[in-house]
Every structure is written in C-alpha cells, then in structure tokens.
C-alpha cells in the first residue's frame, strides 16, 4: 500500500485554511482525519492485487537487433473495477539504453470478470536468454488517493539469438557453388572430384577429361564432366577461452567467429556437406551433432545463442582430444580461434599434428582492424610509434600464420567485417581443388 501524489498535494492544501482559520490540533485532526478516511475508502474500494490472475504469450527467440513482443494478459476475478500501473521488469539488456522505462512501464484498466492484455516490446542487446523477472502492480481506488500493490511471478524466457549478419553473402557464395557443382557452363576438374556425366566435346575443353572409350561408342568426342565431392563432414570448432573475449572494434572475437560459422555451415549443408559444432575452452561448452541439412543451421543458432568466453585459457590437448573424437572419419576441421604467437606457440602447435595427419585442418582468426588503422598513421611521433607496434603486430600474426601453413594448414585471417566471406571463400577453393 502506498499514498499517491494526490494525497500529499490534498493535505499541502488543506492545511492552507487551517493555519488561517483554526490554527491548532483540532484543524488539524479535522483536515488529517477526513484526508485519512477518504484514504480508507480509497483503499478498501482498489481491486486486491494478490488475487489477479496473470499469464504470458508472444514471442520466445528473436534474432539481436530484433524486437519481441511477450504480451501479458491480466484477468480481474474480483468484483471491483481494476484502474492500475505495472511494472513488466526484465533484465537490463532486455532494452536499449534509456527506453525501460517507456517499454516496461504501462496503465490498464479491467473491469470486474474480464481482462486485458499489455505488451511489452524487447530489444535486446545481447545474446543469450532473457528471462521475465517480476510484474509489479500498484492498484487505485477511484478517488486515486491510496494504492495497493504487490508483485507476481509470471515466468517467461525469451532467447536472443545471434544476427547472422553475414547471411547477405550467402547468394553470391551459393551462385560460386553451382559453378563448382557443374550447373552452369562452368565445370571443374579438380583431384578428387566426382564423376557427374558425359556430354559432347567443345574447344577449350581440357583434353584430359575425353572418355576415350565412350567416344569410340559414338559418333562424337564424348568428356567427362565432374562435380565437387558431396557428404563429406565439416566440424566447426569454437575456441571460447579468454581470447575470444577480446573486442574486435564494437564486438567481441567470438561474436564475429559465430557470424563466419554460420555463412559457412549455411554454404556448406546447400553443398550437400554434413556439419557438426563444437565449442570448447577447458570443457565442451555445446556439441551439435548429426543434424540433417534443413535442421543444422537452426540447431547451431540456438545452440551458439547463449555461448559466452569464458576467462581461463583453452586447454589445447583436451580440444584436439575432443575433436578427433567427433570426427572419426576424415574431416574438415575448421578451428575458428587466435593467431596470437604465445596461445598458438604454446598450445596449439605442440598437438597440430594429431589433426592433421588425418584431417584437412583450416584455422580462421578474427584480426583487429583498428591495428590497421594504427600501421597507417602518421603525422607526428605519437602515431609513428603506434604505426610501428602495428607492423610489429601483424608481422608477429604473419610469422604465426607461416607456421601453421608449414604443418599442412589452411589460414584465413581477417577482420570482422570480412572473416566470414573468406571462410566460405577457403572452403569452396578447398571443395575446388578436392581437399575434403
């Protein structure tokens, strides 16, 4: 229970003519007691909140960056006229800075035996679950005098789930797939292909792919044409240890690994590939695992929704050990983590070989584009010396690089806005040339 403005402003004014016309406690105990026992009817006429009936419905994932809407429905069993403000509370991220109040904050009215329903509209701005936490209700009596109020637990999770941002590549990666794939004019030859069909010799065609022997069962010059290998198996491995926690310009490292993995497991199942996820740092943090090709990629996005880095240092043997693991066969093993010397000096490089010996390994890093803005500063000496420490910064990442592509690796190094195109860029040159 609580007094309302109203009240206070009542009483402000009350107490005008009492200190003019009837100075003392009896002015007093005249104003203050009418002004209270108004209050006590004010209150005894507010419908009870404890008694309402409150339930949930809407939406339960958007994509971040998105607005949902979970609509709260109030239902008045009691026999009095419901005049109220609630208060919808989420978790802070569940809005943009400065609109909780204007978004969470609403005025209803119910009458006696009815209801109505209230929507609250979440833009959240991070992944993960967002779950409702309290309703609170403060409930007038007509006078507007006095309140009742009270909470309700109305559970309610909403989970965000990454952009995808990188989706607005996929036409134009898939348009190169159907190139590879031989449904347009354009055929490759690459090791390890699939035989797809015979057509007629035209010029230019590689005279290595005539079949000489259908040609000698026809009147004209018979080739081979040929397709990409199909049902192979793509593992995508996330390393959510304490460097995927560093921001690259306005996210985090492993933000924009995700964005890389999905156009790539997005390409990668329209090419007939099977796509498995890992995500590991010193244990399995999410293992997707045996989906078909309509269900992978919403598996891994509701999978990926509620990864988070995690502040220790990635275990590199427990991550090879894992990973052999989940890909028993001859795979294609995508580790999406840093190319910083100390983690991959230390770490990764001791226990590459176990990977690659049996698997065709491709390591994608995620570099900082603000170090190239820095190696091309100039001007005065303060950005002299930020444009060297840059230069000695990417020359590290390079010396790193080399030395993975020394042990037989596939590298794909570059900044967030462009990671995930050269991924799916990596991955076709790879299907291309029949390393999978």
Known sequence: ???????????????????????????????????ALA??????????????????????SARLGEAADVTLTITNPTGRLLRARLRDAWPPSS????????????????????RRRVTTRLRPTRRGDRQADRVTIRSYGPLGLFSRQGTHKVPWTVRVLPPFTSRKHLPSKLARLRELDGRTSVLTRGEGTEFDSLREYVPGDDTR??????????????????????DRHILLVLDTGRTSAGRMGDIP?????????????ALASRAGDRV????????????VQGRSAGDVLPSLVNAMATLEPELVETDARGLTATALRAAPRRSLIVLLTT??????????LPVLPQLTQRHTVLVASVADPHIA??????????????????????????RTAEQLRRHGVTVVDATPDDLAPALADAYLALKAAGRL
């Open 373 to 398: 803005q820095m190696a091309q500063a100039r001007g005065n000496a303060e950005a002299v010396y930020e444009a060297a420490a840059a230069a000695q910064a990417q020359n590290e990442r390079q």
């Open 1 to 35: 229970m609580a007094l309302t403005g109203r009240a206070a402003l009542l009483a402000a004014l009350g107490s005008i003519p009492v200190g003019i016309l009837e100075p003392g406690w009896t002015g007093i105990l005249t104003v203050n007691g009418s002004l």
């Open 39 to 60: 209050c006590a009817c004010d209150f005894a006429l507010a419908a009870p909140v404890r008694r309402l009936v409150l339930s949930r419905s809407g939406d339960t």
């Open 253 to 265: 490292r492993l933000d924009a690994s995700l964005d890389a993995a999905l156009l790539l497991a």
């Open 209 to 230: 792919s005539i079949d000489w022997r259908a040609t000698a069962r026809q009147s004209t010059v018979a080739v081979r044409t040929w397709r990409p290998e199909r």
């Open 95 to 114: 809005w943009r800075p400065g609109t909780e109040v204007e978004s969470s904050r609403h005025r209803v009215t119910v009458p006696a035996g009815e």
């Open 276 to 287: 498995d996820l890992l995500a590991y740092d010193r244990r399995i943090r999410t293992l």
């Open 339 to 348: 190319l910083d010397a100390a983690p991959v000096e230390q770490g990764l």
